[in-house]
């Protein structure tokens, strides 16, 4: 993967996932800088390494932002992806998956992120680095939804 990383690039491979600097962000405007972790997935379908690999052989080389425009015709550029893109994208990935009708953001895949996170036990420390978020309250109350019941509780018995 290093042979097509670009200056806004930076990533250490690594056998469980990378590691990728984030050299700037909305929450980092400064530009200090970040490495976030991701992981790889178990399957081929959610396996984000693989998916990044496999956009890595179509985005031109010589582009500066990780994630460029795409004409309709399926043409990469190496003009930076706009924000309204990303959510259009991800509303139709949606779609094609069956959430029609749901307004799922960016946003919704972090939460769902730090949700996911929390009910399979990970602490809020390790969730709040990998979110990079530095208040916990915001995470807690804005982020890690409270788990809806998929089924009705079981009705109330008394024993006499």
């Known amino acids: 993967m290093t042979n097509h990383t ?3 690039i930076a990533a250490l491979t690594k056998p469980t ?9 909305k929450t980092d405007q400064d530009g200090h800088g970040q490495l976030v ?21 179509v985005r031109p080389p010589q582009a500066t932002a990780l994630f460029t ?4 015709s399926g043409t ?20 094609a998956a069956g959430f029609e009708g749901l307004p ?20 809020i420390e390790r969730i709040a680095a ?13 982020y890690i939804r409270p788990a809806k019941r998929s089924r009705p509780a079981p009705a109330a018995t008394s024993e006499l």
């Open 130 to 142: 990998q979110t990079r978020h530095r208040d916990l309250s915001t995470l807690l109350n804005h």
């Open 6 to 8: 670009a200056p806004a």
């Open 76 to 95: 990469a550029t190496t003009e930076r992806i706009a924000p309204r893109a990303v959510s259009r994208l991800v509303q139709d990935r949606a779609n």
């Open 69 to 72: 425009r795409v004409y309709a």
């Open 17 to 25: 996932g990378i590691l990728v600097a984030v050299r700037r962000s």
């Open 104 to 123: 799922v953001t960016g946003h919704s895949l972090r939460a769902g992120h730090a949700t996911t996170a929390s009910l399979n036990g990970a602490p």
């Open 37 to 57: 972790g991701v992981a790889r997935g178990q399957h081929r379908q959610t396996d984000p390494i693989g998916a990044l690999e496999a956009w890595l052989k």
